[in-house]
T-cell receptor, first 111, second 112 residues
Framework: AQSVTQLDSHVSVSEGTPVLLRCNYSSSYSPSLFWYVQHPNKGLQLLLKYTSAATLVKGINGFEAEFKKSETSFHLTKPSAHMSDAAEYFCVVSSNDKIIFGKGTRLHILP | DGGITQSPKYLFRKEGQNVTLSCEQNLNHDAMYWYRQDPGQGLRLIYYSQIVNDFQKGDIAEGYSVSREKKESFPLTVTSAQKNPTAFYLC???????????FGQGTRLTVV
């Protein structure tokens, strides 16, 4: 069985400060892991993906995530938040033949 | 351009009626998925199919049915047995299970 837990439903940060969105997963098989972003009234966009290559994955718009097998985590980070980062972020685990989404973390950027 | 097309964008139905949501892809992807998105619930997997003429139940399959007669098409029927059908439905496809998912624009179903 596989599952994804996003540890925070809402995160608020000030513009220019670091962003951390937390994700833990469980999987019976070696998973692929993804982060997607959904801006208001927009479709889902892939931010980055981990598929058993480098454990530190760089994505678009300055985001990156680190795969830690020992902690079963795949947290998303960005050094400096921008107002345009305000959106909902989904951590996704893909294993064997299913793709499972977390419940999402809504990121708020304070001016 | 390759992509996934969901139709219609908005759909209204009366309670007790079955309704079918369309999903077509021209990406030549083998795998297709249906998700339901509700506020605070993320995307929950309804059904998925890895190959033509085969599909599997996801986490919330009750009250839904699908077919996969062609590689490019994966329609979802919301039956009258679905207790809370009003939601936003997203269709997705992947080349393989570990590659990026491509999504349609979604269908917002309202049952009155």
């Amino acid at each position: 069985a596989q599952s994804v837990t996003q540890l925070d439903s809402h995160v608020s940060v000030s513009e220019g400060t670091p962003v951390l969105l937390r994700c833990n997963y469980s999987s019976s098989y070696s998973p692929s892991l993804f982060w997607y972003v959904q801006h208001p009234n927009k479709g889902l966009q892939l931010l980055l993906k981990y598929t058993s290559a480098a454990t530190l994955v760089k994505g678009i718009n300055g985001f990156e995530a680190e795969f830690k097998k020992s902690e079963t985590s795949f947290h998303l980070t960005k050094p400096s938040a921008h107002m345009s980062d305000a959106a909902e972020y989904f951590c996704v685990v893909s294993s064997n033949d299913k793709i499972i989404f977390g419940k999402g973390t809504r990121l708020h950027i304070l001016p | 351009d390759g992509g996934i097309t969901q139709s219609p964008k908005y759909l209204f139905r009366k309670e007790g009626q079955n309704v079918t949501l369309s999903c077509e892809q021209n990406l030549n992807h083998d795998a297709m998925y249906w998700y339901r998105q509700d506020p605070g619930q993320g995307l929950r997997l309804i059904y998925y199919s890895q190959i033509v003429n085969d599909f599997q139940k996801g986490d919330i399959a009750e009250g839904y049915s699908v077919s996969r007669e062609k590689k490019e098409s994966f329609p979802l029927t919301v039956t009258s047995a679905q207790k809370n059908p009003t939601a936003f439905y997203l269709c997705a496809s992947t080349l393989t299970w570990d590659t990026e998912a491509f999504f349609g624009q979604g269908t917002r179903l309202t049952v009155v």
